[in-house]
């Protein structure tokens, strides 16, 4: 099966996701998809709390879950390739499940289409702000959209999925 997300943490949250666990997907009235799962943090010890995440529709009409908790709708709103060009943290989620938290990695989307960085590979923007990556041969499909971050503060983020596994980018400001 498909891992949706690890133990995991960005560098603008001040503590880790672990141990996500009892998923249960919405549809809400407005139609937009949310999973709600439960999560432990870094040094809470078993203590654990309840979040939910935002699902879109990749090209392939597969769900991907965004990578910061759900605060408002995420924004449809059209993303140029100029805007998407920078530097992002990259976690991929694997395919393992593990106890430590997985470290992100730096890449740069560059205008010739090539990903360059701790990874390499190439991307790719398509119409309906449908993303694809190819990291390490393998080919990802996602979505790039506007969402706050754990800060409250708006990045270009994006979700995708490749090789029942999950990777998530966060743009650095």
Sequence with gaps: GLKVMGNYQFDDML????AQGHNSALINQSGEWLLF???RFSQSGE?????????????????????????????DSPISEES???SYELINHGTKTEKTVVKSETIELVADGKILGDQQGSWQ???????????NEVSYQGVIAQQ??????ECLIFSAVGNNQTVWGSKKN
Excluded: C, D, Q
């Design 15 to 18: 503590k880790a996701y672990k």
């Design 37 to 39: 799962f439960h999560t």
């Design 47 to 75: 203590n654990h709390e309840v979040r939910i995440h935002p699902m879109l529709m990749n090209e392939e009409n597969w769900p991907v879950t965004m990578p910061y908790e759900y605060t408002e709708p995420v924004s």
């Design 84 to 86: 998407v060009l920078g």
């Design 125 to 135: 923007l398509k119409e309906g702000n449908f993303i694809e990556l190819e990291i």
């Design 148 to 153: 706050k971050n754990e800060n409250n503060k």
